[in-house]
């Protein structure tokens, strides 16, 4: 877009040397060039800086444009950088503080994109996107005292790749590590926003699903296990299927995460004892749970 803007200045220059004319020109391709920074105010995922910094980009616009129809209609004099006057004034005054305001503002926008990255490594798996086990921990039992106050169930998920030390141990670990982003790529479809989706590592994940009762978690981890069961992938030279076990709860102020864990790894070894490729389902004891 640059390279086209310098060619059609020096066209002008050439064929229709007016100076009103190159004002108005190059008023308006700055504005066109400047244009794409709109999304910093109207992006879905902009924060309050972006949307300020993008709104002082947006006056600069429309400056830009008034500017170049301004360019248009009235002399040269009155709207010339080099003429002295107030306009010359306002303009130079505006072109300063705009570009210190921009420098300063596109630093504190690389520090708060520095700042989430930093937020983003220490809250999940980089292998997988899913929750670190350190995260997953805190939000888990914030919703146990939530859901504990609103009376209303969860349910716990804990499953793991049927044969993964076969799986790497034959097509190596890189494979090993596409397994795992596509089981977490194709389960990700299933959960809403609520979910809470975590790799406590290795081949070994959890899923605490609020509000949801033993119906509803049943039929989650069937439509996982109907899912992966199979699937082909052109990324992998193989299928692989899972053994998932499941846990609901109504929490109370005692509910910990520790003893939902527990219980959910045991049906999942129940599950995988029963041939694997399969949900089991674990009760929790109520004594248990008070602990």
């Known amino acids: 877009m640059t390279l086209l803007s310098i060619i059609g200045f020096q066209l002008i220059v050439l064929f229709y040397n007016e100076e009103n004319v190159r004002i108005s020109y190059y008023s308006f ?17 902009s924060t309050f800086l972006m949307r300020i910094i993008g709104s002082l980009y947006l006056l600069v616009i429309a400056a830009f444009l008034i500017r170049g129809v301004t360019a248009l209609l009235s002399s040269t004099d009155s709207i010339s950088f080099y003429t002295p006057g107030l306009y010359q004034l306002i303009s130079l005054l505006s072109i300063y503080l705009l570009t210190n305001l921009g420098n300063l503002g596109f630093v504190l926008l690389m520090k708060e994109k520095a700042d989430h990255e930093l937020i983003r490594l220490a809250s999940y798996d980089d292998l997988t996107g899913t929750l670190n086990r350190r995260t997953f921990t805190e939000k888990a039992n914030k919703y146990l005292t939530d859901y504990s106050k609103k009376g209303q169930p969860l349910s716990y998920l804990l499953f793991d790749i049927d044969n993964f030390k076969t799986i790497n141990d034959t097509y190596g670990h890189h494979v090993g590590d596409q397994v795992l982003q596509d089981l977490t790529t194709r389960i990700k479809l299933h959960l809403g926003k609520e979910d809470l989706f975590v790799r406590y590592g290795g081949d070994e994940f959890g899923i605490l699903i609020p509000g949801k009762d033993e119906t509803d978690s049943n ?18 030279p193989m299928t692989y299927t899972i053994s998932l076990g499941v846990l609901t709860v109504f929490p109370n102020q005692y509910t910990q995460l520790e003893t939902l864990y527990t219980t959910c790894d045991e049906a999942l070894y129940n599950a995988k004892s029963n041939g694997r490729n399969g949900v089991f389902r674990g009760q929790i004891d109520v004594h248990n749970a008070v602990s």
């Not at 391709?29 to 995922?45: E, N, Q, T, W």
């Not at 981890?221 to 992998?236: H, K, V």
């Open 29 to 45: 391709v700055i504005a066109l060039i400047l244009m794409p920074v709109s999304r910093l105010v109207l992006g879905k995922a």
């Open 219 to 236: 039929q989650m981890a069937e439509q996982i296990i109907q899912t992966l069961n199979g699937a082909i992938s052109r990324s992998l």
